[in-house]
């Protein structure tokens, strides 16, 4: 079935450090993947998606880009802040439903 | 633009209570979602509606878990009786249309914790 694994957290960073969270995905077809994000006390935020191979998201600095040969969909920013703490999930919706499937999320923490 | 409203934001129950939550999604939006969010988990889909009509259950507990759309808009998820394993935080999520490309908005979710 379909699935998403990621990289285990928490990622603990310094400010201004490169971040790469891990994401890699099991579907059948073509799915459309995301990444979302959680800050503390707050709802699930769409951070941002990709719905073919070799597309490229972005938002906030943040990019991923669909690695259709690896079924990849890495997380990366150049240089981490201490507002990006917050847990960050992948997920997909398969080629034939828009149910999304998330992987168990991964913690990131940003010290000054 | 208001986001997706949902009530409680805790509610601590004990064990064999009866509990129901409440959504209301952006304006307009069609289609409404409820997960399920295990502590160190990722949400898991429970049910989908498509405007009053369930499109998705598959993974709903049908002898504890209840859901309805009345009228397409306002949703309410209800459990009876709850169980230990019922203890996470319920999510409610909404987007425009049905597609696989479509962005589901989120609300804030309510923590439910089963003594």
């Known amino acids: 079935g379909n699935s998403v694994t990621q990289m285990e957290g928490p990622v603990t960073l310094s400010e201004e450090a490169f971040l790469t969270i891990n994401c890699t995905y099991t579907?059948?077809?073509?799915?459309?993947l995301f990444w979302y994000v959680q800050y503390p006390g707050e709802g699930l935020q769409l951070l941002l998606k990709?719905?073919?191979?070799?597309d490229k998201g972005s938002n906030k600095g943040f990019e991923a880009t669909y690695r259709k040969e690896t079924t990849s969909f890495h997380l990366e920013k150049g240089s981490v802040q201490v507002s990006d703490s917050a847990v960050y999930f992948c997920?997909?919706?398969?080629?034939?439903?828009?149910?999304?499937?998330f992987g168990t999320g991964t913690r990131l923490q940003v010290f000054p | 633009e208001a986001g997706v409203a949902q009530s409680p934001r805790y509610k601590i129950i004990e064990k064999r209570q009866s509990v129901a939550f409440w959504c209301n999604p952006i304006?307009?939006?069609?289609?409404l979602y409820w997960y399920q969010q295990i502590l160190g988990q990722g949400p898991k889909l429970l049910i989908q509606?498509?405007?009053?009509?369930?499109?998705?259950d598959s993974q709903l507990p049908k002898d504890r878990f209840s859901a309805e759309r009345l009228k397409g808009v306002d949703s309410t998820l209800k459990i009876q009786p709850a169980k230990l394993e019922d203890s996470a935080v319920y999510l409610c999520?909404?987007?425009?249309?049905?597609?696989?490309?479509?962005?589901?908005?989120f609300g804030p979710g309510t923590r439910l914790t089963v003594l």
């Open positions: 304006s307009g939006h069609a289609t």
């Open positions: 509606f498509q405007n009053n009509g369930v499109v998705d």
């Open positions: 997920a997909l919706s398969a080629s034939n439903t828009d149910k999304l499937i």
């Open positions: 579907a059948t077809g073509y799915p459309s």
């Open positions: 999520a909404s987007s425009p249309l049905r597609g696989r490309t479509d962005t589901q908005y």
């Open positions: 990709a719905t073919k191979a070799d």
